[in-house]
Every structure is written in C-alpha cells, then in structure tokens.
C-alpha cells in the first residue's frame, strides 16, 4: 500500500492542533513518571520530558499493529481517516499499552529526576502541561501547526514562571533550545539538557561499573546541540569502557527512527546497518534518545542489548 | 526536455530558509548519506534552483525519507544548510502536494 | 693557431643528466682532445663550490677556454660568463654545450647513444672554443626618453610612472580620445569607480606633467636604430596631418585588444536579443533600474560563456582570454543591482574567476544567478521563441545531464579578448607575434615584459588577455624595466653580432634585404668603396646574413664560418 503521506501529517498536524502532541496519550500517563518525586509544580527551573519517553510504548502498540500491514504506526491511523480523527481520538482505541510497559519507560525521567537530585539540583515539573515539543510537525515541514503550537508551549512555562529547562531527550532539547528562538518571538527560556548539568556538576561515583559499552551518539545530539563529550564523560567516569562504533561522534550514523513514522522499511534498513556497527565494537550498547533505543533494540533482536544512558549513571551515582 | 519555471525558489521558500547558492556540486552529500538516496541533496537542489518544478515534484519519497541526520551537513565543504533546505522542502510538498 | 688552454667540466645535473649520459666516459673521451689540460665532471657545474672550481683552473692553470656541458644555455649563460669575467678570462671566449635537453633528457630510453651524442657535441664545443676570439660588448649611449605607444589605462599609467623616475616620455594614441575599452566602461570591480572617470582622472594627470606629450589620432609608422637611440617617426592624422622624427631610449607597446566578433548565426547572433558581453555592459551602464531592451522589460538574461574562446584544435583562438567569467559576473551583479528580480542564467564550460573575484562569483549565486554546466561537444543553442522572446536550449551537466530550455528576454555571449590588428606596427617596430596573435615577451616568468627587440616592452592586453588591474601591474613592470636601462645612461650590448669584411665586400647588396632587424646599410670607406656595414647595435647576431653572402665576407662573430666547420668536425669525429 503506497503510504499517504499527506494524510499522514495531516492527522498529526490534526493532533497537534487540539490534543497538544502528534499522539495523544492520557494524563496518568504523561505524568505517571513523577509519582514519589514531590516534584513541586513549575518554579525557575524544571525539569522537560516532552512527552518523549511516556509516548514511546503508545507509539511501540501501534507499531505491533502495524507491522504486519509493513506500514507506519501513524499510516495506521489515516487508513481510519484524517477527518474521523478530527473528531475522536482514533490513537487512543488503537493503542492499549499494559501498565508494565509504560513503567519502562517512566523508569527514564524518573532516572534523571534522581540524578538531578543526586546532583543537587533543584527542580520542578509541570505535571499535565509538560507538553509535547512538536519535533515530528517541524521534521515534516508543517510549520503552521509547529508554530501555532510552540506558542501553546511556551505560554506554559510562562504561566508557570519557568527560566530555565533542564530536558531529557535529543529531540525536546533541539526544539526547546535552538527552533523556538526562531518561531517565537523574545523567547528566553534557558535550555540545557541534563547531561550537559551532571557534567558539569562533576560528581563522583558510589558504584563503579565494569565492562565494555558501545556507544550510539545520537544525530541531533551530536551534529545538532554538540552534546558529544558529556556522555563520555559521565560513562567513563562511570568505569565503563566505551566501545566506539566505525561512525562516532560528530559522525555518528543515524538509528533510522526519524524516518519510522512515514518509511517503516528504511527505518529498518537502517536500524539493522547501525546495529552491526555497534555489535562489531560490543555486545551491549548505550542510547541517549528513546527513538534510538526503540530502532536499535528491534533491530537487534536478542543479538545485543541497549540501555539508556540514565539507566547505567543511576546505577553509578546514586547515592 | 524541462522548461523551467523561473520563480520556483521563491514558491519553496515562501518565508522560510532555502539557500544552495553556495553548492558547487561536488557530491559529498550524496557520497556520505547513509541511505544512499541517489537524489539527495544537491540534485534535488538544483531542480529548486533551476526550476524543474515536475522533476521538483516527482522527488517526495527522496524528500520525506531524509533521516535528516545532518551527516551531509556537517561535511558540506559549501556550508550549505542542507537540513533546513529539506525541510523547508517538505513544507512545500504539504502545501504544494497535499493540500495542507 | 696558437696552442689554447681549455678546460671542460661535464654535469651530472643531480642525475639529471648522469642518469641517462655516461658522464665520466665523456670526459674520458673528450680529455684527449687537443688543447683540453682539465677535464672533470661535476655533481652540480653551477654550484658554488664547481664555480670556484673552474675560478681557480683558469688562474693556476692558465685556462684560455671554457667547455661547461650541462644545461640548456639559456640558464646559466651567464652564470659561467661571470665567471670567466672573475677570474680574469674575457667571458667570450667560453662555450655553453648542451646535454641535458639534448641529451639525457630527450634520449632517456637509449642510454648509450646519448652518451655519444653527448660526446660528439662536448667536441664540438672544444672545437668551436679552440677559434674562440676575446669579444667585448658594445656600448651605446642611451636617450632618456621613453615612447609608450597606446593611451589605454595601461598606456597612461606607464607614462605616468616613467615621468615619475624623470624620464621624458611622448604617448602616442591611434585613436582621437584616449583610454581605450576603460573609457567606456561604468562602475568596476572592487571598488566601484567608474571607467571613464578613471581615464579623466590619468589623463588630465598626464596632461599636467610637463615632460610628458600626448599626441592622439597618430600612429608611429617607422623605427630605426638602435636601444638606447631609436629614431622614430610619429604620424598624425586628422586636419593638420604631419609626420615627426623623434629620438628616444625605449619603446612600451601598450595597444591593446579587440574583443571577440561572433560570426552571423554563432550562438543566435544576429537574432533581435542576443548581444555581445560588451554590447550587454554598454546597455548596463546606461540608465537605471530594470533593464529595458527595445520597449521591453528584461526579465531574464542567459549567459553563454567562452564565445570566441577555447576554440579547440583548429579554432583561431584556443586561449581562455581570463577576464571574460569575471566580467560576465560582475555584469550580472550590475543587472542584479538595477533590477533584483531578474532571473540569470550563466551556461559555462569552467567557470574561472581566479582570486578575489571567486568572492563576486559567490556574491552573484547568493543573489540568485545560477549556473549551468555544458559540454563542451554540445554548445548550447539559441533560436527564436515563439512570444518573441529566445529559447536557450541547454544540457546541464550538473542536473543529471537534463536538456532543459530557458525562456529569456536577452543572451548574452560572453565574448573574450582577440588580438588587435596592427600589422603596421608589427612591422616597423619588428614586434614578435606569438601564434596566437598576441605579442610574445622573452619568458614568461623570468622576463615578463620584455621582447626580443632590445628596449622595447610590451604590457597591457597586447600581450595576452589581461583585465584592467593586471594590465596596469604589467604597465610599471615595463616602466621599471626601461627607466633601469634608461637611467644608467649607458647600455652593453652582446657582441656576438655579425661583422663585415670590407676586403671581401663587394656592395651586391643580397644582405641589405636579409637582415629582419635592419641593421644593415651601405657606407662609403674613405677609400672611395661602397660596402655593407653592420650596426652592431641593432643586430641581433641572429646569422641569418652570413651564409646568403656570395664573397664569404660575413661572419658572425664568436660564430664564425671556422669556427662552424671546426665544430662539424668535432661532430663528426668517429667516437670509439
């Protein structure tokens, strides 16, 4: 089935526009992670998911679904119709994730929440208006709907008096940090993603970690926002070894994921070139961006295994 | 044999960023994309540029599977934003194609 | 013949020459040779340390003749002279043979033979310096006054600089107005200032000076003499239509170029719209904002490059005249000023904007021209379109070799720098004219501005396709080469010029017609006898007299006919 990519970015520019994200999950769900944290509501500083990782077993449902058709989750939902997903929210029948799943991925921003703490940070969060950052309307060009909802965002961190924002993922941090500045105008909201602040806070491990890692840099990270050194620098601090894959650094080789939405099968593809790079330095790999983690651990079966990078620090410092 | 239209960089810019002017068709973009889009960027580019609005348009499946990694970005000797110019590209498709 | 001392030296040149020529079986076969006392080879002959050498042979040994077997003479001809001349031997009475170029060089596959060769020519050179006779140069008195012919930018510039140094100098322009192609050009590049306002600013400079005249409308119809004392005559035309004689030290030949006249058909010429780069810059430089073309706005513009340029084999002009791809730019960022929506289009072959003007080459893609590549075996063509406008077909080698058309109001052919026809002024100044029609300077490096004929320069576009700045550069390189040979006041000349024997002459006159300089003209002897007689000032020793003369009574010295016939024996001698 040749994919409709125009009904495609029309339902998330749909989605967008009035549920706030490309792919509306539940309240609980976005804000589960912050259970136990006593995180205070907003403040000078708070801490972003973007919805990133709370997203990422909804849209893995719907990849199950989908992959049996060799579509994309979101070619999914057109075949339901872009003008029926006006109306009901068409992602929300057909992705039912379990409680577990979730909690995968709840663990991530709960990870950094700790070692932000660790770290002696102070935070807070925003609960239900920690919004989506728009990163996949800006991919695909639909510009109007990006910046219609960019402002959507930046009135709630104004609302909540938020300077400064710590992120987590990638994506948010190049969106929040260097597209903003150019939709918005007088946008002065303070970006740094949280690598960026525990490499800089400079702490020291209570465990130390052994074994050798391979590291995927991640392409916005590495050639977008010049995050390179910091993971580095935090896993080798670690005691880790860093396997460094044949494409590294500023030179890494994309995971594939940004094409997942509309070319399943390049995705794949590339995913599957990645992970030979990957495997032929180390069995195990570190990611620091969900949709790396998402593509690579798919691709690579039970041939290798990845964590996120949050997972091996909070092994390493936490208190 | 193409006739070209003359004012198609301005209908893909519109108010957005499109600047190849500094591509000297070297091919390292090609050369380094990791997916090996045969089209992608330059050539691409130079329908924009040039005017090749059908060839322009037959090009959305190289547009819209750019991982946008920015590999040949970073490498460009040009210092062509090649990122942005794809994007800006694929809102022209949403416009121009789909209607969005 | 008395007995001569000689000695040889043999060069292995690094192994340059020692690679292919057996250098030491050389000198074994050449140090029998008569009258040879020292011979030896030599890791580099021109080094310091070999020059020292030979210095201290020709004082402790006596030495009254130089063999130096290395390079090409015209590298260090007069390096070895020098050192003769050091060490106290008349610097004449050395010869320079050959064996890298003729030898080790040409022979590289056949060792053995250039070795022989090398052999046979190293006698031959022993031969011809056994007849070696002490020469000395000659000496003329210079005049310190300079001629510049052509009032172009380069032409004036030179004036200006000559008057400078306090050399008197007269500008001679063929045309009634001077300034040549600047004149009629507007803003150029970098700095913007205007053409003509350029030429008005050097001309009235020139006009103030008080040891410079400027004559226009007139040409120079004759030369005569010699370096440092040429008599020239100055034609005028116009209403008071004269001829004069004037006196000067050296001559600057600025005239200038003509541009590239397409044929009728070449790129659409001669089809309503399709004009030449300068008829295009003269549209350009009249009036403002957008560009109107017989009642019409001019929306678009294609460019076709290397018109009358790069012609291949077979092509007159099979140069690339250099200025053209910058011109063409700058023009389209003239267009872009008065009128940035219009679209461009540059079809090139190379685009070749050397130096700072990659900086306009860039300028100009930012603004909006693009640039589209064609093969060279396919032209791109120009017809007729049916609105009236033109229809540029084109393949594009950059865009997956597609033919595309482009509709256009005006093409524009980028027409480069053709020789100017002055075949007068090649024949009374006796000016070397390369084969591409342009004239030749002595080397292109080390003697950029020079010719062959002593004292006369050449600068500006006259030599090969320069623009406006380079022109000016090479104008003051000729200034400094003839205000260094002017204010000496005195000028040596080589002494290996022809002679004539006044026993032997018997005035038949065959070499009065021979001679391509000039240089020879009858002269009464006091005895009553008519003879030819040879200005050694204004020969060249080119020899070309010599053999054409029926009494043997010529002869060219430091080449004479014994000198000759023994050097034909040394290459004949069988070598064992």
């Known amino acids: 089935m040749p994919l409709p990519t125009g009904d495609t970015i029309g339902i998330l520019t749909d989605n967008l526009r009035l549920r706030r994200s490309v792919l509306p999950i539940p309240v609980e769900s976005a804000i589960r992670w912050t259970k136990g944290l006593n995180l205070p509501r907003g403040g000078k500083r708070v801490l972003y998911t973007g919805l990133m990782y709370q997203l990422i077993p909804y849209i893995e449902d719907l990849v199950e679904a989908q992959t049996k058709l060799g579509d994309s989750w979101l070619a999914g939902l057109t075949g339901v119709g872009r003008r029926m997903n006006r109306l009901i929210n068409v992602a929300a029948f057909l992705a039912h994730p379990s409680k577990q799943e979730q909690e995968a991925y709840d663990r991530i921003p709960r990870n950094v929440a700790l070692l932000l703490q660790r770290a002696g940070v102070e935070f807070g969060s925003l609960y239900e208006d920690d919004l989506y950052s728009g990163a996949l309307?800006?991919?695909?060009?639909?510009?109007?709907?990006l910046r219609a909802h960019a402002q959507k965002v930046y009135a709630a961190l104004k609302k909540h008096g938020v300077q400064e924002v710590v992120t987590i993922d990638p994506h948010t941090t190049n969106m929040l940090r260097s597209v903003y500045p150019a939709l918005i105008e007088d946008y002065d909201i303070r970006v740094r993603n949280y690598l960026e602040v525990l490499a800089e806070a400079e702490m020291l491990p209570h465990h130390r970690l052994e074994g050798d890692v391979a590291i995927h840099d991640s392409c916005v990270f590495a050639r977008y926002e010049g995050v390179v050194a910091q993971p580095r620098l935090l896993l080798e601090g670690a005691g880790l070894t860093l396997c460094e894959p044949h494409h590294a650094g500023t030179m890494t080789w994309c995971c594939g994921g940004p094409v997942e939405s509309l070319y399943p099968q390049k995705a794949a593809q590339q995913a599957e070139r990645r992970v030979e790079e990957l495997h032929a330095v180390a069995d195990r790999g570190v990611t620091m961006c969900p949709l790396c983690y998402v593509n690579l651990q798919k691709a690579a079966q039970d041939r290798m295994r990845f964590d996120d990078i949050s997972d091996y620090l909070l092994q390493a410092y936490e208190g | 044999m193409t006739v070209l239209t003359p004012d198609l960089v301005d209908q893909v810019r519109e108010n957005a960023e499109f600047n190849a002017s500094a591509c000297m068709n070297c091919g390292v973009c090609t050369a380094i994309c990791p997916l090996g889009s045969e089209h992608l960027p330059r050539g691409i580019f130079r329908y924009v540029l040039l005017g090749m609005k059908e060839e322009l348009l037959k090009q959305q499946e190289t547009v819209f599977s750019c991982l946008l990694c920015k590999m040949c970005e970073v490498n460009c000797p040009a210092g062509v934003h090649i990122v942005e110019n794809v994007r800006t590209l694929r809102h022209y498709f949403d416009r121009q194609a789909f209607g969005l | 013949m008395s007995e001569r001392k000689i000695g040889v030296y043999v060069c292995h040149c690094g192994g340059n020459i020692s690679d292919y020529v057996?250098?030491?079986?050389?000198?074994?076969?050449?140090?029998?040779?008569?009258?040879?006392?020292?011979?030896?080879?030599a890791m580099f002959t021109c080094s310091d340390a070999t020059q020292q050498e030979i210095y201290d042979d020709i004082q402790q040994l006596g030495l009254d003749g130089l063999v130096v077997a290395s390079c090409s003479p015209k590298l260090h001809t007069f390096t070895f002279r020098g050192v003769a001349k050091r060490a106290g031997l008349n610097p004449f009475l050395y010869t320079q043979v050959n064996v890298r170029e003729q030898c080790s060089w040409a022979h590289t596959d056949d060792h053995a033979g250039a070795t022989e060769k090398a052999i046979r020519l190293v006698r031959a050179g022993i031969a011809r310096t056994r007849l070696l006779e002490p020469l000395e140069p000659t000496v003329v008195e210079t005049v310190p006054k300079t001629l510049v012919i052509g009032a172009g930018i380069a032409g004036l510039r030179a004036?200006?600089?000559?008057?400078?140094?306090?050399?008197?100098?007269?500008?001679?322009?063929?045309?009634?107005?001077?300034?040549?192609?600047?004149?009629?050009?507007?803003?150029?590049?970098?700095?913007?200032?205007?053409?003509?306002?350029?030429?008005?600013?050097?001309?009235s400079e020139v006009r103030r000076r008080e040891n410079i005249a400027l004559f226009?409308?007139?040409?120079?119809v004759r030369k005569a003499g010699s370096f440092g004392n040429y008599m020239v005559d100055i034609k005028t035309h116009g209403q008071s239509s004269m001829?004069?004689?004037?006196?000067?030290?050296?001559?600057?030949?600025?005239?200038?170029?003509?541009t590239y006249q397409p044929e009728e058909g070449e790129y659409g010429y001669g089809i309503e719209g399709v004009v030449t780069l300068p008829e295009y810059r003269a549209m350009l430089d009249a009036g403002e904002g957008p560009l109107i073309h017989h009642g019409r706005v001019v929306q678009s513009v294609a460019y076709v490059y290397c018109v009358g340029s790069r012609q291949g084999d077979g092509g007159p002009h099979q140069y690339c005249s250099r200025f053209c791809c910058s011109a063409a730019v700058h023009s389209a960022l003239l267009l872009h000023r008065r009128d940035p929506a219009a679209h461009q289009y540059h079809l090139y072959r190379d685009m070749r904007t050397y130096g700072r003007y990659e900086l306009m080459f860039l300028e100009s893609r930012d603004k909006g021209s693009l640039y589209l590549k064609f093969p060279e075996d396919e032209p791109p063509a120009v017809q007729r379109g049916t609105d009236g406008r033109l229809l540029v077909t084109?393949?594009?080698?950059?865009?997956?070799?597609?033919?595309?058309?482009?509709?256009?109001?005006?093409?524009?052919?980028?027409t480069g720098m053709v020789p100017r026809e002055n075949e007068e002024l090649v024949q009374a100044l006796k000016l070397p004219v390369g084969r591409d029609g342009f004239f030749n300077e002595i080397h292109p490096k080390l003697r950029p501005v020079e010719t062959v004929v002593d004292g006369v320069a050449i600068c500006g576009a006259c030599q090969f396709p320069k623009n406006a700045s380079e022109s000016v550069a090479s104008g003051l390189a000729a200034v400094t080469q003839s205000a260094a040979m002017l204010k000496r006041g005195r000028a040596e000349l080589d002494p290996q010029v022809a002679a004539v024997d006044p026993e032997l002459c018997s005035d038949c006159g065959t070499c009065y017609g021979i001679c391509p300089y000039g240089a020879i003209s009858p002269r009464d002897l006091t005895t009553g006898k008519r003879v030819a007689a040879i200005d050694p000032a204004t020969c060249k020793g080119c020899g070309g007299c010599a053999p054409e003369c029926p009494e043997r009574a010529i002869n060219l010295q430091g080449y004479t006919r014994a000198q000759i016939l023994a050097m034909i024996d040394g290459l004949t001698k069988e070598v064992v």
């Open chain 1, 137 to 145: 309307a800006y991919d695909l060009g639909a510009d109007e709907a």
């Open chain 3, 22 to 41: 057996d250098v030491d079986r050389v000198v074994d076969a050449v140090k029998g040779e008569e009258d040879v006392v020292v011979a030896r080879t």
């Open chain 3, 159 to 203: 004036a200006l600089g000559l008057a400078d140094i306090g050399l008197s100098v007269v500008v001679v322009e063929r045309e009634a107005e001077v300034g040549g192609w600047v004149r009629r050009l507007g803003p150029m590049y970098p700095h913007d200032k205007v053409g003509a306002d350029l030429i008005r600013q050097l001309e």
């Open chain 3, 216 to 220: 226009t409308s007139a040409e120079v």
């Open chain 3, 243 to 258: 001829t004069m004689q004037l006196q000067v030290g050296s001559i600057i030949v600025a005239t200038g170029f003509d």
């Open chain 3, 394 to 414: 084109v393949r594009d080698q950059l865009t997956d070799q597609s033919e595309v058309q482009i509709p256009v109001d005006l093409v524009v052919l980028v």
